[in-house]
């Protein structure tokens, strides 16, 4: 198993750049979601999926989408991209446990990360 | 709302000295889950530990140990003997039962010196 991957590990844009961040995970895994990781404020929430076709937004959602047409993948879209874009970004997966949707979060398995610079 | 504090933000100790990694949450909720990650140099995040808000039980793997108490909110995490290898950034996170959503906290480096 490969488990979370994503692509490119490294990225730099121009602001009003668009691109995607690919994520793909091979657990079967039900929940997939998207992090931020900036210097001094842990890992934030971009947008969470409980399964195919189901997305959500989380802490900051601002200036991205996603969409989960498979179990397995969930890109991550930065239509016009900004400096504040610049960013560690890490895709995760997980299960619940108790085989429901919500009340019992299992553990999320990250991917390496992506590097984004926006000049 | 759901946060998760860590007030150490940098913490440098020699090899083989003990070292407590404090964490405190906020949640209204009475089902949560409590982790904690470990970046590493190399930039990938490591999961340690799961614990729910039913389970008041100390936990000890190892060199590693949790101290959850409910009375404090508070969810503390314990490297005893600390080696150079041990050096990386320490996230809590705290999970209010939906969704997988995970709220971080904002991290701990520990470097531990030889």
């Known amino acids: 198993n490969a488990g979370v991957t994503q692509t490119p590990k490294f990225q730099v844009l121009k602001t009003g750049q668009s691109m995607t961040l690919q994520c793909a995970q091979d657990?079967?895994?039900?929940?997939m979601s998207w992090y931020r990781q900036d210097p001094g404020m842990g890992l934030r929430l971009i947008h969470y999926?409980?399964?195919?076709?189901?997305?959500d937004q989380g802490e900051v959602p601002n200036g991205y989408n996603v969409s989960r047409s498979t179990t397995e993948d969930f890109p991550l879209r930065l239509l016009s991209a900004a400096p504040s874009q610049t960013s560690v970004y890490f895709c995760?997966?997980?299960?619940?446990?108790?085989?429901?949707?919500?009340?019992?979060?299992?553990?999320?398995?990250f991917g390496e990360g992506s590097r984004l610079t926006v000049l | 709302a759901q946060k998760v504090t860590q007030a150490q933000t940098e913490i440098s100790v020699v090899e083989k000295e003990d070292v407590t990694l404090d964490c405190v949450y906020e949640?209204?909720?009475?089902?949560?889950?409590l982790f904690w990650y470990k970046q590493p140099p190399s930039g990938e995040l490591v999961f340690l530990i799961r614990?729910?808000?039913?389970?008041?039980q100390n936990e000890i793997s190892g060199r590693y140990s949790w101290n959850f108490q409910k009375s404090t909110s508070s969810f503390n995490f314990t490297i005893t003997a600390s080696q150079v290898v041990d050096s990386a950034v320490y996230f809590c996170?705290?999970?209010?039962?939906?969704?997988?959503?995970?709220?971080f906290g904002q991290g701990t480096r520990l470097t531990i010196n030889p």
């Open positions: 996170a705290l999970s209010e039962g939906g969704a997988q959503k995970l709220v």
């Open positions: 949640t209204r909720d009475t089902t949560y889950y």
């Open positions: 614990r729910n808000s039913f389970d008041e």
């Open positions: 995760a997966s997980s299960y619940s446990p108790s085989g429901r949707a919500y009340g019992n979060t299992g553990e999320l398995f």
């Open positions: 657990m079967n895994h039900e929940y």
């Open positions: 999926s409980v399964g195919a076709g189901i997305t």
